[in-house]
């Protein structure tokens, strides 16, 4: 491995690492699922502990160096899979302990600035995570206005959507827009009377791209649905998410499918799904990172980390979760 991406490895901090360790409690010769490898850093620290196996997954082909390492170091407790988490289904392994997704970038991604997910790069529009079939260059380029608008709007819930497509669609009648610097002055130029001090104006529409072009929500919600099939009964299933859409869908999956389902009346019947559930009771309980984590990874402010026990029940398909985030999985089948 060069020092480049050695020293790439190292800057990456694995976000709520105490708290996730806590939560899965690793035992001697567990089965644990890293779904969001990364820099490795919870993989990492299950395989410190005796005959545990870990299988990790990441989307990135660039990541494999980091794992190929591990595997090197642990051939018979370590496996990598460059696979999404819509294909988790594909590998074998069942009855784990505990399955872990830390959703969104690494650090390694962003401050990689050739990837295009940064507004402060100057680079090709990019943000392809790896086992993409679009790029945001494409979707900038070829998506209709109405389209565009409603990306914009719901997933990266930009008030002013309708002004920043119209004005992409605009600019790229005079020039392909390639670079992100191009989309940054679009969008400035579209938000200029309504700027918030708080956050960059180009931050929604690029998270939105971005959530696009990696058909983020239909990955997380096929891939939790897979990881619950794959527990055994006690194991765990964490999820640290780092924006709202995310975190109502993880909120909305593990309260709806646990023993202690809240009803719309306390009168009614418990309904079949309840008896049934797939996780134990669940306490609706957030983990954020402390002062000093967040002190030392700014990037972390955002992450909140939920998780719930799979109960001995059947595994079935909760169809209702699907239903429930039609929309948005309807918004990310859009074709460009
Ligand atoms: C925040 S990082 C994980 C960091 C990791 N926990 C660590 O300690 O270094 C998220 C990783 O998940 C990967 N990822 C995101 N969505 C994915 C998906 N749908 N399938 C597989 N990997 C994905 C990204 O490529 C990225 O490397």
Known sequence: MSNHTSSLEASHFPVMLNEVLQIIAPIIGGKYIDCTFGGGGYSKEILNIPQTKVIAIDRDKKIKLFATKLEKKFPQRFKFFEIKFSQLETISTENVDAIIFDL???SIQLDDLTRGFSFRSDRKLDMTMGLNQISALEVVNNLNEKDLKLIIKYLGDEKEASKI???IVKQRKKKKITKTTDLVKIIERSKRLNFSKKINPSTKTFQALRIFV???ITELILGIISATKKLKPGGKILVVSFHSIEDRIIKYFFNNYSKNKSRSSRYLPED??????LFEEYRNRIFKPSKQEIDKNKRSRSAK???AVRSSN???YPQKLIDKFKNYLNLEG???
């Open 104 to 106: 969104g970038l690494s």
């Open 165 to 167: 497509a119209k004005n």
């Open 214 to 216: 990696n058909k983020e």
């Open 272 to 277: 079949e799904n309840n008896e049934n559930a």
């Open 305 to 307: 980390l939920r998780f």
């Open 314 to 316: 059947e595994f079935y």
């Open 334 to 336: 859009i074709n460009v």
